[in-house]
């Protein structure tokens, strides 16, 4: 298994680009909120809550990955992902389309990821492996950790 910082420097071979950066600072905290909102949307076995959905559920796996990887990495996402879940809790409270918000999202972020990738050059590090979708939030996370002086 690999450490954590061999995963970000993994990550980072194809994130050098100062414009493919600027659109990963945008596009992937969209991707995580739209899809969050995608799987909230899904009809639950229980009486749906802010936690108990399936947004819920993907979200305590994720957390899983990142403990394997890094304590404070993994609280830093407890609050990010519980933030992003209230978030699309309450669109989902006002009445929003949530489904059609999130889908709109989703593809709008995605297209900017690519269009990104093809300007670094490079294509985008999931086409290796399937873990660096969960990796590119933490790479981020990474660098406000960096500024702030909180080791990872």
Not at 12 to 31: E, R
Not at 38 to 54: A, D, G, Q, R
Not at 82 to 99: D, K, S, V, Y
Request: charge should be positive; proline fraction near 5%.
């Amino acid at each position: 298994m690999k450490t954590f910082n061999e995963w970000l420097s993994a990550y980072g071979v194809s994130h050098q680009n100062p414009t493919n950066k600027l659109i990963h600072w945008i596009c992937v905290p969209t991707i995580m909120f739209s899809l969050l909102g995608l799987l909230y949307s899904i009809p639950f076995p229980v009486e749906k809550t802010m936690f108990f959905n399936w947004a819920g559920v993907f979200i305590f796996l994720t957390l899983l990955f990142y403990l394997r990887l890094s304590f404070s990495i993994f609280l830093g996402f407890i609050f990010i992902a519980g933030a992003m879940l209230w978030g699309n809790h309450q669109l989902a409270l006002t009445g929003t389309n949530l489904p059609i918000v999130s889908v709109i999202l989703f593809v709008v972020a995605w297209i900017g990821q690519f269009i990104g990738h093809k300007i670094e050059g490079k294509k985008p590090s999931f086409f290796e492996d399937l873990q660096f979708l969960l990796i590119g939030p933490a790479w981020l996370l990474h660098f406000i950790y960096k500024k702030a002086g909180i080791p990872y």
